[in-house]
Structure formats: structure tokens, C-alpha cells
């Protein structure tokens, strides 16, 4: 049936009217049951040798539809009573329940997705499902790796395994049992997760991989809830996570654990006492040099304490001194700046004549690094650890930077320029609040 998937989305709308007219009323009722037609490219089992498919993806993305239209390819035959290519099959949840509830029972789950003749019969006190050609699937629940000692199955389908407490005993347990028929494979359907399991059969040379994000199957999900969840977790670590599906890990040694920086994030900014622009400006404006860090950044005070807060990211891939100059010195109107900070190492007088041909009355403040980036970075770092800054919004690049930089130097690629100008931002911003004779305005925006 791929053909006709390839026809329908290339087809106009005359075409298709064309072809439907063309088929009979029980074609018609049957396209719907014909997965190969609808399914999305990240649905689609990969052609090959392979023993676990992987499909990972954020939350929506038809995972679950995916996990279930391949275990019920397996088991249908050419006609309801027919066999299929495999007749017993592991589901494994996190629990009984969820896989219960989730994998059979679901919307998307196995008897949702067969079609009247061929639907499989739910036998609750044996916690099997039941084909009506007599293919079985039995659930077991990941929390009782032990249960799945015993039986045999040649083919099985994993629900969201990097969610699993027992998970490498549980899937040890199920290559053990995976024993049956000339070729016995495994699908997961999960959301990624930084965990050893998952990282494992991630890394497995038999594991192919699909994967998407939510919005990939926007066509099934209601408009309300994908721009609810974009507008509240678009570019935070949670939902690059949970809405696109990307595996967040941690380096060992950062400076700035994931969870630190998601610790960070506040819904707006609070009352500012001060506001600063912080610019690391690359020396020329050619492709092959660093881009430019351009940082706002705010201080608030609250109670007898004072905390540094990160407003906004306008760092630039590449740019010429002018183009940069001039994008410091709109962030400094645009946001009512106290003053612009620049890091003067590379660039020298040049950096304050660049900004004040942008604009001359502009508040500027020239700063030298004597240190390395790390040496630089960790007293912020430690800033971030006591909870004295605060990220107001989701600034993903800046956030991959901060999670790249280790103590022992920065493991990312190309040069944090994003991050050492939110260091100077900060540093600049916690220097002022210790001044003792400062006598705050407080502004809010």
C-alpha cells in the first residue's frame, strides 16, 4: 500500500476524488485500517537486519500508534483466521496497569488499532490479548523483571523504557525470552531520558532509530495543547525532552548540571534595580570567525540578597564589527540599559569606537580577561548553584554552552561566546549590587 501513501501525498484534490469515486464502498470502509497508508516516516519500521527498533520521540508523536501497528503487522495474517509471522509477543510497561491501560486499552493501543474482523480479545484474569487466528500478546510490567523468567515470545513491543525502575533486569530478563521464531525483534516506544538503559540500547549496533518531535503529528493532536505546552516549555531542557524528543545529557564535570539550569528558569522578571548588555565581540566579521556573545541581563534584589537575572540572548552566528556594534547598542535603547560591558582582549580600542560610531553617548564599560573561560566561568557557576541568577525564559544555545563548559575547559564546539558574555554580564551586575553606596531605582519591564 505504499503506493498509494507516495499518490496521496502527491495527488491534488482532483485526483484523489478520482481515485476514491473509483473504489468500492468496503475499499473505501478498509483504507483506514491500512496503517502504511498514514503512517509518518518516523512510524515506519527501517528496512534492514536489525534486533531493536527504537522509536524516540516527544510526547504526541504517535509513538505509541507506531508500537502497536507493527506488533499487529506481525500477528495478522491475510485473512482474520490466518497466521501471521509471529504468534506470541511480550508487552512490557513500566507497571501492569500502564501497560494495560496504555498498550492494549489505549486510544492508540492494540485493540484501538485493529479493524473489526481481526480486533483481539482482552482475557483480563491471564493478562493476555487474543487474536482471533490465535496469536497472543502477554503484558508484563517492567517493575517485576521476574515474571518474564520463564516465558517465550518472538517478538516484543517496550513501552516507554527510560521511564522503567527496573529496567535492566527487566530487559535483560527479555533478551533471555526473546527465543522464538527465525528472527525475534523488539520495538521501544519511549521519550529519551539520560539513563544508562536507554543510552545502551541507543548505542547497541543492532538498534535503528526513528524519531520526531510533538508537533511532527500535529494533524492528531488538538491545536490547543500543542501551543499550551509550546508557549510554556519551548526551549527548556524539559521540553526539548518531552516535545522533542532530544536526549539531554550531562557532561561529567560541568559546571552547569541540566538540572541546575532548569532549576534556574522563572516565568517573567522581577522588579530590576540595573540592566546591563554584555557583548564578546569577534575581531572580524568573516565566516570562519566566532560568532558574537550578546547577553541582557538585570539585577533584582530580594530581601538583603541580590540575584543576577539572564533576560535575553541576542548572540549573533557571525558578524562584522558594525553589525555587531550596532546589535549591542539597539539591546542597550531596547532595554533601557545601565550600560553596555565588552570584552576588550582581542578587539582593544577598536570595540568602544565601533560602539560609539553606533551611538556616542552610550554607557560603556571595557573589561579584560586575565583568566581562562573556565577559571571565569566558575564563580558564576557557584552563583547559579546558590540560586543567585535566574534565567527568565528559555535560551536553549546558551544553555547547551553553559552545560558544555567544565571545569577542566569547554568541550562544545567553536567558542562559548554566548556564555562569556553572560559571564561578564553577571560578574558586572554582582560587583555593582556589593557596592555599598548604591541606592537601586528599581525598574520593571
Known sequence: MSFVHEFLLSANEADIEEFLDGLSDN???????????????????????WSTWLIMGGRGAGKTRAGAEWVRGLVEGPTPLAPGRCTRIALVGETYDQARDVMV??????????????????????????????AEAQVFSASDPQALRGPQFDAAWCDELAKWKKGQQAWDMLQ????????????????????????????DEATVVTSAPTSANANN???????????????????????????????????????????????AAPELTRVVVAVDPPVTGKDS????????AGLAREGENWRAVILDDLSLPTASPNEWAAAAVAAYRDWQADCIVAEVNQGGAMVER?????????????????RSKSARAEPVAA???????????????????????????YSGRGSPDRLDAMVWAVTDLMAEAERPERVPQVRSF
Not at 516549555?233 to 532548569?262: C, F, K, N, S
Not at 570567525?289 to 541582557?296: A, P, Q
Not at 552563583?383 to 536553549?396: C, I, K, S, T
Open 221 to 267: 493532536l488538538a491545536p490547543a495543547f500543542l501551543r499550551a505546552v509550546t508557549k510554556k516549555y519551548g526551549g527548556t531542557v524539559l521540553g526539548r525532552q518531552e516535545l522533542d524528543g532530544e536526549l539531554i545529557r550531562d557532561m561529567p564535570g560541568t559546571l552547569w548540571p541540566r538540572a541546575r539550569i532548569e532549576a534556574a528558569r522563572v516565568d
Open 289 to 296: 570567525s566566532d560568532g558574537c556573545g550578546l547577553i541582557v
Open 27 to 49: 475499499a473505501i470502509a478498509a483504507l483506514s485500517w491500512f496503517w502504511d497508508i498514514w503512517a509518518l516516516d518516523h512510524q515506519r519500521a527501517p528496512a534492514g537486519d
Open 105 to 134: 486499552l489505549g486510544d492508540s493501543g492494540l485493540i484501538a488499532c485493529s479493524p473489526p474482523d481481526r480486533r483481539p480479545k482482552w482475557i483480563a484474569s491471564r493478562r493476555v490479548l487474543v487474536w482471533p487466528n490465535g
Open 383 to 409: 552563583l547559579y548553584e546558590q540560586g543567585r541568577v535566574v534565567h527568565a525564559g528559555a535560551f536553549p544555545q546558551l544553555e547547551d554552552e553553559m552545560a558544555a563548559m567544565m571545569r577542566s575547559g
Open 354 to 370: 565601533m560602539l560609539r560610531h553606533n551611538s556616542p553617548d552610550v554607557a560603556y564599560r571595557g573589561v579584560h580577561a586575565s
Open 176 to 203: 533471555f525470552a526473546l527465543r522464538l521464531g527465525d528472527d525475534p525483534r523488539c520495538v521501544v516506544t519511549t521519550t529519551p531520558a539520560a539513563v544508562a538503559l536507554f543510552e545502551e540500547v541507543l548505542e
